[in-house]
């Protein structure tokens, strides 16, 4: 019941994902993104970031709607690029 229930996600002052322009979401949509963004393999800290324009800028990139999704070159290309700075 709760899970199908909208909720209003946007936060004063906030960007990206928690955009106040954002409209609301499902509860089953939001825990499933904010896992996605949050459980998975690569976590990300910037809370401790002074500015609130930086902080914005690093959460518009990182808490976004949908994850990203690359081609297989792409993902190849980036594989490149980390092996060859080792």
Do not use: C
């Amino acid at each position: 019941a709760d899970m199908d229930k909208e909720f209003s996600i946007g936060a004063f002052m906030a960007s990206g994902f928690m955009s106040s322009e954002r409209p609301s979401m499902k509860l089953r949509d939001l825990i499933a993104r904010l896992e996605q963004t949050y459980a998975g393999s690569i976590g990300v800290e910037y809370m401790h970031i002074p500015t609130q324009e930086q902080l914005n800028w690093v959460r518009e990139h990182v808490e976004t709607a949908e994850p990203f999704t690359f081609s297989k070159e792409e993902k190849l290309r980036m594989l490149d690029r980390l092996t060859w700075g080792d």
